[in-house]
């Protein structure tokens, strides 16, 4: 194991210095569209950022009311104001502003790259960037040189006109690394908060893509999926999460976990934005760092947002998995998912309820899946950190030395057994393959599509999970229920809207479909959010009130849950 984190003490840098270098980036003057700089006009005169769309950011600016330089500057300021109570920023990219000035000028002279341009995004830091940002899954065992080598959707990102404005943060190794862990925290990092509450936790390892999202700090984000970690992140922090089908855009240069189900995509505010980011990212030709990216090319839209429409729910046919679901939803959310079902019916969708999904019991039981992600996660990993150069670790196995090594700082308060099951390899060639093809036939054509077809249904929808939990570093996450894993088995998409909020925590609902039904997932997604308009702009509450706690959606106290083992968002 190379020994860079402690004899190179300057690359063994905190949160707040990362953060810092993008301060001293933006020390320099924010021209806006009246010529004056920020600093002149003072803080009530910039850009009026929160809640704004990307369409209505892109319009700004081609009609010279705003620049990208102006833009990245009121995101930087925002971040400095707010994230100490989030920490959802990992580092701001110390050359956003130069790249926002060059974009500015791509601009003045007649060149607009496309609807991102300008337009500052937020990457979760298992994204590899080659530029002076650092890329560590959240681990200080990754810190140092930066990669080589862009991240197949950063570089797609770039080349749409996005500034890569940062990194955000998440939980260590896409939370796959011990029990009991608590989602969103990392020991690069630490614990990422939920802007509505902000001794709630925002969920998934996608934490601070879907809580930056939210809380305004970009105009949209990019998180990862393996199981549940965009969705539960867009659902517990109130905003749209695209989880696209594996394959639809290339995991090259991400750090991984498993092949099999593993697929990178969108946080924003509303469909539209999040659809115009998956736009950008998606590999249009077969990437050869990633052979899921060889099948399906055929079946991209040119632009995702021509899917959205208002009436996108008339004439839909959705259906309502009860079975090995509905028994785990507490009431409260419960009552929250019936009223969105009574919205969808009134928007002229037909509900078939119910709409089971046969093999629930044994995509519930768990096996199948985790047997494919021990088996892959140590020969994926290893692969990756094959092609980095300048850090710590270079293995699985060096990983586990550098954090016992530092154990105050990574174990101190959850351990590594996943890491340490995965690298005993406890599974043969032959189980594995037998689980991968299980969770395929079990998740998909015996699962999902069975379901799908069944009643000839266009969507199934679900409550995404519970509302968020109080953060518990000591005991890890307080887990009720989630809805992600037969389509994270399958690898099939599934599109998180905000349905509603439980006693003001924002709650989501889920819309899955077959793979590579991403246009008709948002067509009608986005029905549903334009008759519910269920989004509320985040308040950073220090915790929620009790003496007098909201009652639009309260219900009976929900039962305790019954012993379970401890569930990972990955």
Not at 181 to 193: E, F, I, L
Not at 237 to 264: E, F, M, W, Y
């Amino acid at each position: 194991m190379s020994d860079d984190f402690s004899t190179a003490p300057s690359r063994r840098m905190s949160r707040r210095v990362f953060v810092g270098l993008g301060a001293a980036a933006a020390a320099t003057p924010c021209l806006l569209v009246s010529g004056r700089t920020d600093e002149a006009l003072g803080a009530s005169s910039a850009p009026r950022i929160h809640e704004l769309t990307i369409a209505q950011l892109q319009a700004a600016m081609t009609q010279g009311r705003l620049t990208s330089h102006a833009l990245v500057h009121a995101y930087e300021r925002r971040i400095r104001r707010l994230d100490d109570r989030v920490n959802a920023i990992l580092e701001l990219n110390p050359d956003a502003r130069r790249i926002a000035r060059r974009l500015d000028a791509e601009r003045r002279a007649g060149h607009v790259r496309g609807p991102l341009h300008g337009i500052p995004i937020l990457l979760k830091a298992n994204i590899d960037t080659a530029d002076r940002m650092q890329t560590t899954a959240g681990s200080l065992g990754l810190i140092g040189d930066p990669p080589s080598r862009d991240a197949t959707v950063a570089a797609n990102l770039r080349a749409a006109g996005a500034v890569l404005l940062g990194k955000t943060n998440l939980s260590e190794w896409a939370n796959f690394r011990g029990f009991y862990s608590s989602s969103g925290w990392s020991g690069a990092g630490g614990q990422t908060n939920n802007p509505y509450v902000l001794d709630r936790n925002p969920c998934g390892s996608s934490s601070g893509s879907g809580a930056a999202a939210s809380a305004n700090f970009c105009a949209a984000s990019i998180g990862t999926e393996t199981d549940g970690s965009i969705v539960c992140p867009a659902h517990e922090n109130g905003v749209v999460g695209i989880k696209p089908t594996v394959g639809l855009t290339s995991r090259a240069g991400v750090v991984p976990i498993s092949h099999s189900q593993d697929t990178v995509g969108p946080h924003g505010r509303t469909l539209a934005d999040a659809a115009a980011l998956l736009t950008a990212i998606v590999s249009r030709t077969a990437d050869p760092r990633d052979p899921a990216t060889a099948v399906g090319r055929d079946r991209i839209p040119d632009d995702y947002t021509a899917f959205v429409d208002s009436e996108g729910l008339r004439g839909a046919r959705i259906g309502v998995p009860r079975t090995g679901i509905s028994d785990s939803v507490p009431p409260h959310v419960s009552a929250v998912f019936e009223a969105a079902l009574a919205a969808m019916r009134g928007a002229g969708a037909t509900i078939v309820d119910p709409a089971d999904i046969p093999t629930i019991e044994q995509i519930n039981s768990g096996a199948d899946e985790f047997t494919v992600l021990i088996y892959e996660f140590k020969r994926d990993l290893n692969a990756y950190l094959a092609t980095r150069s300048g850090v710590p670790i270079r293995s699985l196995a060096d990983a586990i030395a550098f954090n016992r090594a530092h154990a105050e700082e990574e174990l101190k308060w959850f351990g590594q057994e996943l890491f340490e099951l995965a690298e005993s390899d406890p599974f043969s060639p032959r189980e594995y393959q037998t689980a991968l093809a299980n969770e395929r036939r079990l998740g998909g054509a015996q699962g999902i599509d069975a379901a799908l077809n069944a009643a000839n249904l266009d969507a199934l929808v679900m409550p995404t999970g519970g509302p968020a939990w109080t953060t518990d570093l000591v005991n890890g996450d307080h887990y009720i229920f989630g809805t992600s894993t037969a389509a994270a088995m399958a690898g099939y998409p599934i599109i998180n809207v905000p349905m509603g909020d439980v006693f003001g925590l924002p709650v989501g609902i889920s819309f899955v479909g077959t793979a590579f039904s991403e246009p008709r997932l948002i067509t009608v997604a986005s029905g549903f959010e334009a008759v519910t308009h269920a989004r509320r702009r985040p308040h950073f509450l220090a915790t929620l009130p009790t003496d007098q706690p909201m009652r639009r959606h309260a219900g009976a106290r929900p039962p305790m849950p019954a012993h379970r083992p401890p569930v990972l968002h990955l």
